[in-house]
């Protein structure tokens, strides 16, 4: 093959390929996608406003930056080589913050950010005072580490200071017993491909909440394990590996099976275990149903009168029901979906019982470190 004819090939498959990309860019600006299914999120779109004002406060431009990296044509496949790429082949320890030990998938966090934590902490005094302080009942407060608690513990990689957050919390709500369950955790106790706990290994955290509130000996222990297939946490799709699915495990026995929870959203009954949740967006949502803002568990099996109310993130939604046995209700709120003025509706409805509860504040790290309160 001559120069000539060498030239013309190489030309034409380069005209070609960036033909095609074209094409492609163009049937994605017509047709942009919304949301990651594998990331969980949405995805920019062009913006909606070309202005001269934009174009010079730089805005429009780094909407369209943000625009051309979401709708890039076979944005997946390219996302999987430079994972692999970068992981496999130089060896570094993270892609995009997410760092891989022995099969578990973990967000790198060097530090918390002061800002966060106040606000949330802040949120908690304010819960507190208005629903809690004067409710006649005994009061806990609990911290749940990410898995970068551990990575940095055991790994030697970067992580928050978590000590330093235990301590905010506990001298901001110097009037809540704090109920350490750190000792009771490792890495190996949470999903591969998520920030979540598994809730078949977390039974010595619910023995060590249940004694530090006295309900220790209404626990019985005894559960069937029940194994739904092809779980796939939210690090799953972010971190672009395609890694193995995993399983996830409910426990059950005759007194979770007869408790009933009430979505005071909806207006409706259901069951502890919601498995048509698996397969939907998020198969954790099995466990009470999801992100619900106010929900109540009623044990008709109960032998006591004890009621608690536990202000949780997503976490509380696999541990609560192992407390469900030593409780006639369990009120369960979850301030990121519910404000104190709608909660103080409920309570002067006495829709919710707050009168000599106890009541226990759980939240994980990862919450804390957020805006998510409202």
């Not at 082949?89 to 950010?113: C, P, R, T």
């Not at 002061?114 to 606000?119: A, I, S």
Request: hydrophobic share 40%; aromatic share 14%; proline share 3%.
């Amino acid at each position: 093959m001559n120069d000539k004819i060498k030239n013309i090939v190489v030309t034409s498959v380069f005209v070609t390929f960036i033909a095609f990309f074209v094409v492609m860019c163009a049937v994605s600006f017509f047709n942009p996608v919304e949301t990651s299914e594998a990331e969980r999120r949405p995805l920019a779109q062009f913006p909606d406003k070309i202005t001269w004002e934009g174009i010079i406060d730089k805005t429009v431009i780094n909407d369209f930056e943000d625009y051309s990296v979401d709708q890039f044509p076979f944005r997946e496949f390219f996302r999987n080589i430079k994972a692999n790429f970068q992981l496999n082949v130089l060896q570094l320890k993270e892609n995009n913050g997410l760092a891989i030990e022995n099969g578990y998938i973990v967000k790198i966090e060097q530090d918390f950010v002061d800002k966060n934590v106040d606000y949330s902490i802040g949120k908690l005094q304010a819960y507190y005072e208005q629903f809690v302080k004067d409710n006649g009942g005994k009061h806990y407060i609990s911290l749940i580490p990410d898995k970068n608690y551990f990575l940095g513990k055991d790994y030697g990689y970067p992580a928050p200071d978590y000590e330093s957050l235990t301590n905010k919390v506990t001298e901001a709500l110097p009037n809540m017993k704090y109920i350490d369950i750190f000792g009771e955790l490792k890495l190996e106790d949470y999903y591969l491909t998520d920030t979540h706990w598994s809730q078949d290994k977390i039974l010595g955290v619910a023995d060590k909440l249940a004694g530090a509130m006295g309900v220790a000996d209404k626990l019985s222990g005894e559960y069937k394990e029940n194994v739904l297939e092809g779980f796939k946490g939210v690090y799953y799709g972010q971190s672009a590996l395609k890694p193995a699915t995993e399983n996830l495990v409910y426990l059950t026995n005759d007194i979770l099976d007869s408790c009933t929870v009430f979505d005071y959203e909806r207006n409706t009954t259901g069951k502890i275990y919601d498995l048509e949740k698996f397969n939907g967006t998020d198969g954790y949502d099995v466990f009470l149903s999801g992100t619900k803002p106010l929900l109540r568990i009623d044990n008709p099996n109960s032998d006591s009168d004890k009621k608690l109310v536990i202000f949780r993130d997503s976490y509380g939604s696999s541990i609560t029901p192992l407390l469900a046995e030593a409780y006639d209700t369990i009120y369960i709120v979850d301030i990121r979906y519910i404000d104190a003025g709608m909660l103080g509706f409920y309570d002067k409805m006495n829709m919710v019982d707050f009168e000599g509860a106890d009541v226990l504040f759980l939240y994980s790290a990862l919450i804390l470190n957020s805006n998510s309160f409202k």
